[in-house]
């Protein structure tokens, strides 16, 4: 495809379900990036991967949020028993490699909302 | 810790017109970037510029430069002649290769008046 595409674009759910928010690179990125974005908030950094690797987990917001990419292409962002704070758009990007020197095309989002 | 602050949540200007919109960032490394994203009713973001941190010289993008004041830790942007099409909100980012993290302000949101 031509840019980073996500799926699905809206997700609602119940308090307490799991979700799994897709996002599919620029074919031969390397780098991937997941961010959070809260209404009226900046952008959350949660996760970066490096290929298939994710050097630093740290930003994820709880142990109820994971990520893994496979076959450094396709990542999923997955949030297990939702709580109505998860409630925000999630954005992915992808840059040829890591670092600043390269630029990052973002997805559209996927905006979830907890109910 | 690195910081990122946008003290203006609204702004508007009139169309044709010269508005800068400001940042000021915090980091202790040397070796970083600085960023301005747009980002539209539309939700995509787009890189609208970005700064080296080594290099002195102002980065231009057409209509769009910055003010890069690295002593003061200042990084503000300047688009010239404003089009409608410029409304959108813009946040301002860093990136330090230390941490290899972006953190984004909280975004200004720019109105271009017709």
């Known amino acids: 495809g031509a840019g980073v595409s ?48 994710a050097p630093d987990k740290s930003g ?27 409630s925000a758009v999630y954005l992915c990007a992808s840059s040829k490699s890591s670092g600043g020197v390269n630029e990052q095309f973002f997805g559209p989002g996927t905006r979830l909302t907890v109910l | 810790a690195q910081t990122v602050t946008q003290s203006q949540p609204e702004m508007s200007v009139q169309e044709a017109e010269t508005v800068t919109l400001s940042c000021t960032y915090d980091t202790s490394e040397n070796n970083y970037y600085l960023f301005w994203y747009k980002q539209p009713p539309s939700r995509q973001m787009i890189l609208v510029i970005r700064q080296e941190a080594y290099k002195q010289q102002n980065a231009t993008e057409n209509r769009f430069s ?24 813009y946040f301002c980012a860093l990136f330090t290769s230390g941490t290899y993290k ?3 302000g909280t975004g200004t949101r720019l109105k271009v008046l017709a």
């Open chain 1, 6 to 53: 996500q799926s699905p674009s809206n997700k609602v759910t119940e308090k307490g379900k799991d979700v799994e928010l897709r996002c599919d690179p620029i074919s031969g990125h390397t780098a991937l990036y997941w961010y959070r974005q809260s209404l009226g908030q900046g952008l959350e950094f949660l996760i970066y991967f490096q290929g298939n690797s």
């Open chain 2, 102 to 104: 972006y953190i984004f």
């Open chain 1, 60 to 86: 994820l917001p709880s142990d109820r949020f994971s990520a893994e990419r496979t076959g450094g292409s396709v990542s999923t962002l997955t949030i297990q028993r939702t709580q109505q704070e998860d």
């Open chain 2, 66 to 89: 910055v003010n890069f004041q690295k002593a003061a830790k200042s990084f503000s942007l300047k688009i010239s002649d404003s089009q409608l099409g410029d409304t959108a909100m």
